[in-house]
């Protein structure tokens, strides 16, 4: 049985979600800068968080990446064409402070098996940045959708990497027809 658990991460109400299986072995979603409470909630559930998946690299969802891989040793995980927003010294300047954090694995389109005992199908979803990410659980009708989809509207294209023609392109691959969760979400 798969578990999930969505947080609002402050101050931006971000989005994260740890997901875990059985052996309670969990992924964790955009840790945005929410990194103490990602790790407060895997002790809380006695999980072992095994890796981070990011759905973009803008910089309140990936702050938290350091800190949680530093104290829990797991992977991390970006699309390949986000992972320059991972180098300090090659993304866009930010007021965010963002530690350095490097990717260990580097997502394509499609089935992800590496991560814990749980089946997540990546969806590249350009528009929002040029490797803007949705991860679909088939098993619990899940989407994590980043920033690419809100209640009624998608994603910003306002900011370093966004993409009208590209979201247009993204919204017709029908990830607006999947059951989301979403930062904007109520609970």
Same mark, same amino acid.
């Given at each position: =049985? &798969?578990?999930?658990?969505?947080?609002?991460? *402050?101050?931006?109400? !971000?989005? =994260?979600?740890?997901?875990?299986?059985?052996?309670?072995?969990? &992924?964790?979603?955009? *840790?945005? =800068?929410?990194?103490?409470?990602?790790?407060?909630?895997?002790?809380?559930?006695?999980?072992?968080?095994?890796? &981070?998946? !990011?759905?973009?690299?803008? *910089?309140?969802? &990936?702050?938290? !990446?350091?800190?949680?891989?530093?104290?829990?040793?797991?992977?991390?995980?970006?699309?390949?064409?986000?992972?320059y927003r991972l180098d300090p010294t090659r993304r866009p300047p930010t007021q965010i402070p963002v530690p350095t954090a490097a990717a260990d694995d580097l997502i394509e389109e499609g089935p992800l098996r590496y991560v814990a005992d749980i089946d997540v199908v990546a969806m590249h979803t350009p528009g929002h940045t040029e490797g803007s990410t949705c991860f679909y659980l088939a098993s619990e009708k899940a989407l994590f959708s980043g920033d690419v989809l809100f209640k009624g509207n998608v994603g910003r294209i306002d900011l370093p990497g966004g993409d009208a023609r590209a979201t247009r392109a993204s919204s017709a691959k029908g990830t607006a027809r999947l059951p989301c969760l979403r930062a904007d979400q109520e609970e």
């Open positions: =049985m &798969i578990r999930i658990s969505a947080s609002r991460v *402050p101050p931006y109400d !971000n989005g =994260m979600f740890l997901v875990w299986d059985e052996r309670k072995d969990a &992924i964790l979603i955009d *840790p945005s =800068m929410g990194e103490l409470i990602a790790l407060d909630l895997a002790k809380m559930h006695g999980l072992r968080i095994v890796e &981070i998946l !990011n759905t973009h690299g803008h *910089p309140d969802h &990936i702050a938290g !990446n350091a800190a949680v891989k530093e104290a829990t040793r797991a992977r991390l995980a970006i699309h390949r064409l986000d992972e």
